[in-house]
């Protein structure tokens, strides 16, 4: 097999295949190392693998075997009998910015028991996260508040990334009043904000993160500009805003019920109002991309990654004119509307 992260072009296609199809095995043994944390049992530098197991509460030949093999995809290395940090493996350290939540929620057992069950949704068309649990993903969180909580600290992990790429790519700076709709914990909209002082802001998500939001926003110094709002994104939006903002929201959903929720954002809108949709927006050709292998995770869960033609669609249903699409440093653009 090969020694580098992902597929070696020099292996013969047989390996470069045995590679791509243990890509579970790597995910579980990825979440297993941020369990142990082991990246922050690394940060003051290399430690030989049974002084990490000692220190992790596991067993010394087994810790070293996981980590080795971490070593192959770049994740941890080994020189001299002791283990160091690469990149990808700081990145699992407990830090602003961190992908240890994401790491740890994408091996969940209710997201991974639905994954045998691919062919059902490419057969029907139907979400497999539905046909296996009975209820969509947002419903099970609710009723399972832990694992809603781990699935939020993930977003908001994944989401670091891209903020500030947003927020210096975009002008905001005509925007009086911003909705961020389905915000979670209100790290895009503080960013914002803070970039912008002019601006008002309102956090709109459901009741049971809202909690989380205000701590954000009390913790930035900005409860004087802006508000939390809990309700449901399907039956109204807090009016009044100029602006409507959602990042990585409408990709959880299919075409009717992102309608839906465009709708609501055009009836709560001023006039002058625009909705600002913060997605990646899918390109032709065949070049590595990770949002095309999501889109198939989202098609077993309920939504979709779409292109920019399907954007304009999307929007044209919903009332709306797409006026631009404007990319950022990140993998998301700023898809705006305006009504038509």
């Not at 579970?24 to 941020?34: P, R, S, T």
């Not at 369990?35 to 003051?44: E, H, M, N, P, T």
């Not at 000692?54 to 770049?74: H, S």
């Not at 070049?287 to 309920?302: E, H, T």
Request: proline residues 6%.
């Amino acid at each position: 097999m090969g020694t580098q992260a992902g597929v070696a072009p020099e292996l013969p296609p047989q390996a470069q295949l045995a590679n791509l199809t243990i890509g579970g095995w790597v995910a579980q043994m990825i979440a297993v190392a941020a369990k142990l944390r082991i990246a922050d049992l690394l940060q003051d530098g290399p430690r030989e693998a049974a002084d990490l197991a000692g220190a992790a509460g596991v067993d010394a030949d087994a810790l070293y075997r996981l980590l080795r093999a971490l070593a192959t995809v770049g994740i941890f290395a080994e020189a001299d009998g002791r283990f160091r940090l690469t990149p990808m493996a700081d990145c699992l350290r407990e830090a602003p910015g961190s992908m240890r939540p994401w790491a740890l929620a994408i091996v969940e057992e209710h997201f991974w028991r639905i994954w045998p069950e691919l062919l059902y949704s490419i057969k029907t068309g139907r979400p497999a996260y539905d046909h296996v649990h009975g209820m969509g993903p947002f419903e099970y969180f609710t009723k399972n508040p832990d694992i809603g909580r781990t699935f939020d600290e993930a977003m908001t992990g994944f989401s670091a990334m891209e903020v500030p790429a947003v927020v210096q790519g975009f002008d905001f700076s005509r925007i009086r009043k911003l909705v961020d709709v389905a915000g979670g914990h209100g790290s895009l909209l503080c960013a914002v904000l803070k970039a912008n002082p002019a601006m008002s802001g309102v956090v709109f998500d459901m009741p049971s993160v809202t909690a989380g939001a205000r701590s954000t926003i009390e913790a930035a110094g900005l409860a004087g500009r802006c508000e939390v709002v809990g309700g449901d994104f399907f039956q109204s939006l807090p009016p009044g805003g100029d602006a409507y903002m959602m990042k990585h929201i409408i990709h959880d959903w299919d075409d009717d019920r992102s309608i839906q929720i465009l709708k609501n954002c055009r009836s709560a809108m001023t006039p002058d109002g625009r909705v600002l949709i913060l997605e990646t927006v899918i390109q032709p050709g065949n070049a590595p991309d990770f949002f095309k292998l999501l889109d198939i995770a989202m098609l077993m869960i309920s939504g979709r990654e779409r292109t920019e033609e399907q954007f304009r669609s999307l929007l044209g249903r919903a009332g709306f004119r797409l006026t631009r699409v404007v990319p950022t440093a990140s993998a998301v653009s700023v898809i705006e509307g305006v009504p038509a």
